[in-house]
């Protein structure tokens, strides 16, 4: 009976340690939830704009392609005209960062202002559609920062796509009226518990359980092995 419990409990330490094995893997899969995809799935599509957050003699930047403005940097539409496009954020360092923007707008250009107060932009995340700014393009600078992402994982991207509608009571000439405008975009290197760091919540509720589920079953073993010996004993003694 003894050999027989030794080698029920050894199953159950060895269960044991396979949860706690497992356990690393799936906390940090409950960590990847950050609104940020895989890079590779990612640029199959076609953007209009890519930011990528590179390394270069071990310092930091950011290369911009293509080079000339977006539709929506520099604004030209007519009256009544709408165009949509999207935008990728890339990182492909080595080391999570976090990442802002916000649009750098001409106070001083009237003008300017006076043609991008009548334009309307909308801006969502492409994976899952949550609108993150919808109102005059004088507006996007009122929140700083507009757009923030942290983190955003080595190799991760994001994208957002963005609308711009110009109103059928709009009368200038965009071409005459409009000023280019500086989406600034800033990166900065972050301390991310990564696999094998400190557990997520979700994490320790599932090491929770699986302890529980595990002593659970060794004291459930441990009950009947006592019942069954008792039982023996009192067959040995009739």
Not at 44 to 53: C, N
Not at 172 to 187: I, K, T, Y
Request: aromatic share 6%.
């Amino acid at each position: 009976m003894k050999r027989k419990n030794g080698r029920r409990l050894a199953c159950l330490a060895g269960l044991l340690a396979a949860v706690l094995t497992a356990f690393p893997a799936a906390a940090d899969s409950t960590q990847t939830g950050s609104g940020a995809t895989s890079a590779t799935a990612s640029q199959s599509e076609p953007v209009d704009k890519e930011f990528r957050i590179v390394e270069q003699d071990g310092q930091g930047a950011i290369l911009t392609e293509p080079l000339e403005y977006a539709f929506w940097e520099h604004p030209l539409l007519p009256a009544g005209q709408e165009r949509t496009g999207r935008f990728r954020i890339t990182n492909e360092t080595m080391r999570a960062v976090s990442v802002t923007m916000t649009p750098d707008l001409p106070y001083d250009d009237t003008v300017a202002m006076t043609y991008f107060a009548g334009l309307t932009v909308t801006i969502w995340r492409a994976e899952d559609g949550t609108v993150v700014y919808t109102g005059p393009y004088t507006g996007l600078a009122d929140t700083v920062p507009l757009l923030s992402i942290n983190p955003l994982r080595p190799g991760d991207s994001v994208e957002y796509g963005i609308t711009l509608r110009c109103p059928f009571t709009y009368t200038g000439d965009p071409q005459e009226e409009s000023s280019a405008v500086s989406w600034e975009l800033s990166a900065n290197a972050q301390i991310v518990t990564e696999q094998g760091g400190s557990p997520s919540a979700g994490g320790i509720v599932l090491l929770i359980a699986a302890l529980l589920l595990v002593v659970g079953i060794i004291l459930l073993a441990v009950r009947r092995s006592r019942r069954r010996a008792e039982s023996k004993q009192k067959e040995q003694k009739q």
